[in-house]
Structure formats: C-alpha cells, structure tokens
C-alpha cells in the first residue's frame, strides 16, 4: 500500500513548489481573461483558437491536453467525446473552459464554467459545480479521505443538488512535465489520502434531462490558495 501510493504521488527531477504554484496562478489568470473575450454568437472553434492564441501570449505553452471551450449542449459532453461542431454561444447560454498548458517545466491544469446572459438554472449548475469542488476539498482537507471517497461524496453532493456526477473526469496526478511518465491513474481510484499540490480534483456535473452542464476543476490545495 504505502509503495503504491509512493509510486503515484513521484514526481520528476524539475518539481518545485513555487513553480507548481507559478503555473497554477498562470493558469486561473488565462482562464479568467479568457472567459472575458468569449461573447455570445461565437462560433466554439472560434473561441477554442482564440483561447489557444491567449495562452500563447500569456507566455504559457500549448501542453499538455487539448484546450477545450464548450458551449451549450456541448457542456454535457465527457472530455473524451469531440464536441459537436458549430456550437454558436447563445444570448442566454452556459460555456466552460478545460485547459492544461505548461509554464517552463511545470503543468498548470484548470477549468471553470461561465454563464452569459440570463439563465437561472444555468447559473445555479455553474455556481454548484465550483461549490461541489470546494466541499469535497474541505472533506479532504478535514477528514484525510482517500480519492475513492471524495468522489463517492462529490455524488452525494451532486445528487443532493439535482445533478449527475459524470465519472469520466475522475481526477488525476499532477506535476512537472510530463506528469504521465509518472502515474496515470485517476484520483477516483486513488485509495490513499491524497498529497496536496499532487492531484487535480475534476468535477463534471449536468442535467438529468435538459442538455446543459458544468464543469470545474483545480489543484487540491489547503484554503489559503483560495483566498481572494
């Protein structure tokens, strides 16, 4: 047991805390910035290049899964699943962002989900699915529980707030490039408490009948890297 979890919480010679930190700060700013330029009557390959130029700009490379930008019905698909092309963001629509760019030698990996325009139980699935994050990180933080059970808690949560928990995000390792020559196993089948700045915490939650969705996900880290 402990050299299993040794094993998948290694990481690479370049690691550093402060780099680590470097590029999820990078990560949550082109995010953000990003979110801002997406306008409703874009095309969602239009945005996906565009927030492929902005990470550029920003100094951050194009590393190391796919930027993704998904608008509308697209949000209910797993990230395995090609969008639907020509996705037009309506007035009143739901857009994610799911993006894992490097900074130097390190992986910054994180998505959030927006809102344009008026759209009550839009804006309620993409507050939850940021809400369910944090309440599985205090469950984490409080109760040292393995990857197993935060996400048999993060259904729990998503079931309580009307949603369905899409288990094809279940989680992963995070760390200097490439994280994959490492470990590649899900947080979800992770049966160990897991180590801070070590694993991303997804949450994917959508609609049991109307074709919409949300999405969230960060680096487990303790509260004060919350704090704004």
């Known amino acids: ?18 780099g680590m930190l470097q590029a999820r700060a990078k990560t949550r700013e082109a995010i953000r910035t990003i979110a801002a330029l997406v306008r409703p009557g874009m095309v969602e390959e239009d945005a996906v290049d565009m927030a492929k130029r902005t990470l550029i700009a920003s100094g951050l490379d194009l590393t190391w ?24 963001l309506q007035e009143n629509d739901i857009f994610f962002i799911d993006m894992a760019p490097r900074f130097a ?3 910054g990996d994180g998505g959030a989900s927006f809102v344009v325009g008026q759209n009550a139980e839009y804006a309620r699935c993409a507050a939850d699915a940021e809400e369910i994050f944090h309440a599985v990180r205090k469950v984490w933080l409080t109760e040292q529980a393995s990857g197993q059970e935060l ?3 993060a259904e729990q949560q998503a079931r309580q707030r009307g949603w369905e928990l899409n288990f094809d995000l279940p989680g992963h390792r995070v760390s200097d490039f490439p994280h994959a020559a490492i470990h590649t196993g899900s947080l979800a089948d992770f049966d160990a408490t ?14 049991p009948e109307k074709q919409f969705g949300a999405f969230f996900e960060d680096m487990l880290l303790d509260d004060s890297s919350y704090q704004t």
């Not at 998948?8 to 010679?13: K, L, S, T």
């Not at 930027?67 to 698909?77: A, E, L, P």
């Open 65 to 88: 899964h796919p930027t993704r930008i998904r608008f509308g019905r697209n949000t209910m698909k797993a990230m395995k699943q090609a969008s639907e092309p020509g996705i037009v």
């Open 105 to 107: 030698a390190w992986e």
């Open 151 to 153: 996400y048999r808690y």
């Open 1 to 18: 047991m402990e050299a299993a979890m040794s094993s998948a919480e290694r990481v690479g010679p370049a690691f550093s805390v402060d």
């Open 194 to 207: 897991p180590s801070a700045m070590r694993w991303i915490l997804e949450i994917h939650i959508r609609h």
